[in-house]
């Protein structure tokens, strides 16, 4: 989709029926943009190597709801879990996620030096469930960054900026701060042609999000470090002198 639609419309994509989407967050910005290109196709895969299968999202719900991941299929189960081992209930109540599968690999990496809970598995992210039964994953426990004693995790604000027309991709990293402990760093990759207004960017996270979510600083940059599977390179970005 990142193409453009002059080259895609060079194609015939009549016979095209499921896209699956794994490995990496999905934002509810690109997952509506895949479905307006493509039609209802898209599967968002929430999955890990030790246990298999999590959830899937069928188009449908991806429709209803982007960027969510969707339901556990048969033999599958999810649950939340908070700081103290104890199960999370509710809609919209935040805990870490616990997968418990038949699927569970015995071999390769079977998981043993990750946490369990009554036959769950951690997942090592953070989510939580809406009023619909439908997880949405919030971020990796060790991306959360915590701001003068508050949780933020960069992915809430990161799905926000790439909403916006001028962005074409952005990451959040939280970096050292005297006074906060940490502090949010936005990086931004601006649409060609569009302008780079720092206090713009801040602005419209102000009026979209908590306060103590808005970033402090605001740098554009010309493309995020990625590795070779597409994954952003978070620690990367923490690292880059800014004042340099």
Known sequence: VQLGPEIIAGYDTSSLKTIAIAGSALTPELSTRVQDTFGDVLYNIYASTECGFGTIATPDELRKAPGTAGRS?????VALFDQNDQRVSGANKRGRIFIRSAARYEGYTDGSHKQLIDGY??????????????LFVDGRDDDMIVSGGENVFPQEVENLLAARDDVFDAAVVGVDDAEFG???????VSEP?????????????????????????????????RNATGKLLRRVLAEIDVDS
């Open 73 to 77: 299929p048969v033999a599958c189960e």
């Open 182 to 188: 940490k502090r949010l760093r936005a990086f931004v």
């Open 193 to 225: 042609g569009a302008p780079q207004d720092v206090e713009e960017i801040k602005l419209y996270v102000k009026n979209n999000l908590a306060r103590y979510k808005v970033p402090r600083d605001v740098v554009f940059i010309d493309e995020l470090p």
């Open 121 to 134: 598995m951690s997942s090592g992210d953070t989510g939580h469930f809406d009023e619909n039964g439908l």
